[in-house]
């Protein structure tokens, strides 16, 4: 059993800033890939950003420059560092884990709104 808990969301203004965060829990000997999607509500799901265990990213183009994803695998967790963010940005914010097969977390909301 792999258990991912996401927190970090909520309602941030125009311009602003969120750190997300992805711990992963339960029964694996280590984590491969590591990222996060996000579904706006009426669009489908769409990839956000991804890292490798040895640390190589890759980003969507509509959040290169203001997002950054980075992991601690002592920790087993990933961060979606968020900046200048902006109304499109609002969706439900969900990370992924790569172990025997993909695992997924619940999701949390990110609000951009004044």
């Known amino acids: 059993q792999v258990n991912l808990v996401e927190s970090g969301g909520g309602l941030v203004q125009p311009g602003g800033s969120l750190r997300l965060s992805c711990a992963v829990s339960?029964?694996?000997?280590?984590?491969?890939?590591m990222g996060w999607y996000r579904q706006a509500p009426g669009k489908q799901r769409e990839f956000v950003a991804m890292?490798?265990?040895?640390?190589?990213?890759n980003l969507a183009d509509s959040v290169k420059g203001r997002f950054t994803i980075s992991r601690d695998n002592a920790e087993n967790t990933v961060y979606l560092q968020m900046i200048s963010l902006k109304p499109e940005d609002t969706a439900v914010y969900s990370c992924?884990?790569?172990?025997?097969?993909?695992?997924w977390g619940q999701g949390t909301q990110v609000t951009v709104s004044s």
């Open positions: 339960g029964s694996f000997f280590s984590i491969n890939g």
């Open positions: 890292i490798t265990r040895g640390g190589i990213t």
């Open positions: 992924y884990a790569d172990v025997s097969r993909r695992y």
